[in-house]
Nanobody, 124 residues
Framework: VQLQASGGGLVQPGGSLRLACAASGFTLDYYTIAWFRQAPGKEREGVSCLSIADGATYYARSVEGRFTISRDNTKNTVYLQMDGLKPEDTGAYYC??????????????????WGQGTQVTVSS
């Protein structure tokens, strides 16, 4: 089982990035996939979550209306489209997997596999 996160980079405030979480060794159908982020000196934060089974989503209040989570069945990949980026969005972004019954919870305790992280830096 692997989760490969990619798509991070340096972007100016107001810009956009699309992160990808490519899953291998399992199919997404029976799982919940979430994106977490961690900035230096701050606690890890659950940013967004997709319950594959029923399509339910969760967004942290800080990103609601700017970020969109989605999946591509053909590529076994979950995306996080990030628009209107702000300097406070800077951090390492990780995707993680939880069983379907976990719903849209972003409590990290229930996530059993984690990607390696991709760095997002929002700066002028």
């Amino acid at each position: 089982v692997q989760l490969q996160a990619s798509g991070g980079g340096l972007v100016q405030p107001g810009g956009s990035l699309r992160l990808a979480c490519a899953a291998s060794g399992f199919t997404l159908d029976y799982y919940t996939i979430a994106w977490f982020r961690q900035a230096p000196g701050k606690e890890r934060e659950g940013v967004s979550c997709l319950s594959i089974a029923d399509g339910a989503t969760y967004y942290a209040r800080s990103v609601e209306g700017r970020f969109t989570i989605s999946r591509d069945n053909t590529k076994n990949t979950v995306y996080l489209q990030m628009d209107g980026l702000k300097p406070e969005d800077t951090g390492a972004y990780y995707c993680a997997r939880a069983p379907a019954w976990y719903g849209t919870s972003v409590d990290p305790l229930g996530y059993d596999y984690w990607g390696q992280g991709t760095q997002v830096t929002v700066s002028s």
